[in-house]
């Protein structure tokens, strides 16, 4: 989803980083072989992520919602040397596919996966976290926060992606649209705790950028 007119969007995507060739490669070969293609974070994001993190230089990482390894390996940039990522997604039919890029690119052994439900997983980690990047399942999103929230160590950050919802955010809700209806709960409460500060960018789909207190 884009908001920005197209010929502003496409100046600005000129005008970033370029996408590296590996990230390339991960990106056509989603295209071809694996179903909602669109879930890909992109080239242009892809660099949003990348540039937090080298901003941040988070010893751990935590990504909640692998799909093909795109964004882990964005924000893997920014790890400091020895730096671990942790990464989940329930589909383990993609976990072969995400564990190719991982092994041809410099972060291999710095990235963890872990497959299955992210909301039984999270307790299991032993880590604080500098960086959480939320990107799964969004009728989860308040879930994934108070599970995440508690981890960060003090002015860790939080990136939630999607968090515009196609525009759906402004329109009038529909009954049964429960991944809206709890997106706008999940705005609202980034909005309002006060254990956080909130800058919400309106980058591709929405993109919340959160610092813990």
């Not at 990230?23 to 989603?30: A, D, H, I, M, Y």
């Not at 390996?73 to 329930?90: F, H, M, R, S, V």
């Not at 706008?184 to 006060?194: G, H, P, R, S, V």
Request: charged fraction near 25%; proline fraction near 4%.
């Amino acid at each position: 989803m884009h908001f920005l007119p197209q010929k502003i969007d496409d100046y600005v995507v000129e005008h970033s980083q370029k996408e590296p060739q590996l990230l390339q490669e991960l990106s056509k070969e989603t295209w071809q072989k694996v179903l909602n293609p669109r879930m890909l974070s992109g080239a242009f994001q892809g660099r949003v992520l990348s540039m937090i993190s080298k901003l941040i230089t988070p010893e751990k990482i935590l990504e909640i919602g692998t799909y093909t390894g795109y964004s882990a390996l964005c924000l893997a940039e920014g790890l400091k040397e020895g730096g671990i990522l942790y990464t989940i997604d329930k589909n383990e039919e993609l976990e072969e596919l995400q564990e190719k890029y991982f092994k041809k690119s410099p972060y291999s052994n710095q990235i963890k996966q872990l497959v299955g439900n992210a909301i039984d997983i999270i307790p299991t980690i032993d880590e604080k976290f500098d960086l959480v990047f939320i990107d799964a399942d969004k009728s989860n999103y308040p879930n994934y926060f108070n599970l995440i929230i508690n981890k960060m160590n003090k002015g860790g950050v939080i990136l939630s992606d999607n968090v515009l919802w196609s525009g759906k955010v402004v329109e009038e809700l529909q009954p049964k649209d429960i991944d809206t209806k709890m997106l706008l709960e999940y705005n609202k409460l980034l909005a309002t705790d006060e254990r956080v500060e909130t800058v919400l960018l309106p980058i591709r789909d929405g993109l919340t950028i959160s610092r813990v207190k």
